[in-house]
């Protein structure tokens, strides 16, 4: 590791990122993750004009051609190909279930885009295949991120197929050893930072602004050009036809970020009608976006995070602009629901056969909150966004299904029956459990 700046890169001459606050453009062959001049946020400038779909997924070769992320090269920063890094990332599943519509409180189409298929079990790969990639195009030898599991195990992933050393920082609050299994298994050095999320990202920060290391957290835009393909798919799964609603997690608001500039693009160059409404779900324990938008984006206050769905347990996001964008470009709603909220709306996709980590589960349980006070209507269509596998996070499975609620078992739980090792003991419990 040494101090300084990462070499420019001239294969990325053309590529050209764009400050939201100024709007002061700056090349694209660089490691910046905030505009040099007033320290807002960057946009990656995609060059919008007749972009025909017809070129989506041609000319592709090696693992491109089998990505659901390079696929839509035209709508992506033109990275050289020589330097992408993919595991095959994206194509996944829309799944439809009328037990979901019903536990909405909803007549209308209900469907569930799980981004948990992805090669590490979650939607970072689609951001970590470009970030990595523009990292290995400018040069960088040692990438790096803070995070509360998924990130880092994407990372490492990447980091490692492409051949570049990684850095993690995790905080000391509750981090899913599925997900840092991971993240160890792939090869990344991990530390441990005194402090929760929010106070890891900080110091890396520091680290990435005062030596060579290449920072892949959202605030870097190149890895919310990856992301931008979730909608990207969904909407061509949908023949281009959009759904109403669109809902997702939040948590440090990359996705929401992603999903909003994908929306602007895809209107603007006509590839859909309209825009569906985004709907953000936080957890209540860790709510500050949608705290804000309640209050009418008044008086903004970070907040220490609390939640059992430690994928979005960030008490101060790092794309508060860009999630407002996003939100309100769209009509968009905020809304946050309770842990317990969370995880019967995860046992209820679990016991479907889909599966999702906590933080996943926020999506349905935000929707089936907004139907029933009204601010859906129960007849509009909508997509839930799984963002990470059922085994991301086992302890919350079982935590969820042995451990009571107020001295009872939860509503969803499904434990084991112990019964005498008899013939008739097996039959009269099975008659009970399978025919009720």
Known sequence: MTAGHLAQSSSLAGVIVRCMECSADFPGDRALTGCPACGGL???????????????????TGAMAHSGVWRYWPLLPAIPREAVVSRWEGNTPLYEDARLADYAGMNGEVRIKHEGHNPTASFKDRGMTVGVSHAKAIG??????????????????????GGLASLVLIPDTKVSMGKLAQTVAYGSTVVQVAGDFDAALAVLRELTAAYDVYLVNSVNPFRLEGQK????????????????????????????????KALIELVEIGLIPRAPKLVVVQAEGASPFAKWFRNGYR??????????????????????PR??????FTGGIVTSVSDEEILDAKAEIDRIGIGCEPASAASLAGLRQLVAAGQIPASASAVCVLTGHVLKDTDAVSDYHFSDRDGHPRPGANRPIRVEPTLAALERTLADALHG
């Open 42 to 60: 960057l946009d990656v400038v995609t060059p919008l004009s007749a972009i025909d779909r017809a070129l989506f997924g041609t000319g592709l």
């Open 140 to 161: 960088a030898r040692i990438v790096a991120c803070a995070s509360t599991g998924n990130t880092s195990a994407s990372l490492a992933s990447y980091a490692s197929s």
């Open 229 to 260: 393909t979730i909608i990207i798919e969904a909407m061509e799964q949908y023949a281009w036809n959009p759904p109403d609603y669109i809902v997702l997690p939040g948590g440090n608001l990359g996705n929401t970020s992603a999903f909003g």
């Open 299 to 320: 008086d903004y206050a970070p907040m220490h995070a609390d939640t059992v769905a430690t994928a979005i347990k960030i008490g101060n996001p790092a794309s508060i």
């Open 323 to 328: 999630a407002k964008r996003a939100v309100d």
